[in-house]
């Protein structure tokens, strides 16, 4: 892809859509009993989509989540009818998201297992996104810049300790 294409952006809410969906903040268990509109903090998939000349696009949609995976990326895939070799998924490793969204134990742990409301409601959430990156192609350019980055590899407080 050089430095001509279209570009859009998407977001989409993914705020559990109905009381009582498990919560990934570390409670063994909890549910949450508040309506998705009373939420602390609004969650969202946010979309990238880039198109070259020819019309290949690729899109990567960033989730608020504690993470993404595969079981999520091809749900994603699967539901857009997209290649899977243009979809890139990622997550900003929230800890305030829900949980039971993985097909991962681990993960699932603290909310006692897996919550297909969850899981539907994020993987809608990520469609729903590029769909919109797509419908919002504009031309556009990107730029790529090389340099080093100093004194910024820490990522915890000292204070937090």
């Not at 749900?75 to 039971?100: F, K, Q, R």
Request: aromatic share 8%; glycine share 14%.
């Amino acid at each position: 892809m050089n430095g001509h294409c279209r570009i859009g952006v998407g977001r989409t809410r993914l705020t559990p859509t109905a009381p009582g969906a498990n919560c990934g903040w570390g409670f063994t268990g909890r549910k949450d009993a508040r309506p998705p509109e009373e939420a602390d903090q609004e969650l969202y998939a946010t979309a990238l989509t880039l198109e070259d000349a020819v019309g290949r696009r690729v899109a990567f949609v960033n989730v608020d989540l504690h993470a993404g995976g595969a079981h999520l990326w091809r749900a994603a895939v699967e539901a857009s009818g997209l290649d899977p070799s243009d979809v890139v998924i990622s997550g900003t490793h929230t800890h305030a998201g829900p949980g039971g969204y993985s097909h991962y134990a681990l993960y699932n742990l603290t909310i006692l297992g897996f919550d297909e409301q969850n899981f539907t409601c994020i993987v809608d959430g990520m469609v729903g996104s590029i769909q919109e990156a797509y419908h919002s192609l504009a031309p556009g350019h990107i730029f790529i810049n090389q340099g080093e980055l100093l004194d910024c590899g820490k990522n915890r407080s000292l204070e937090a300790y």
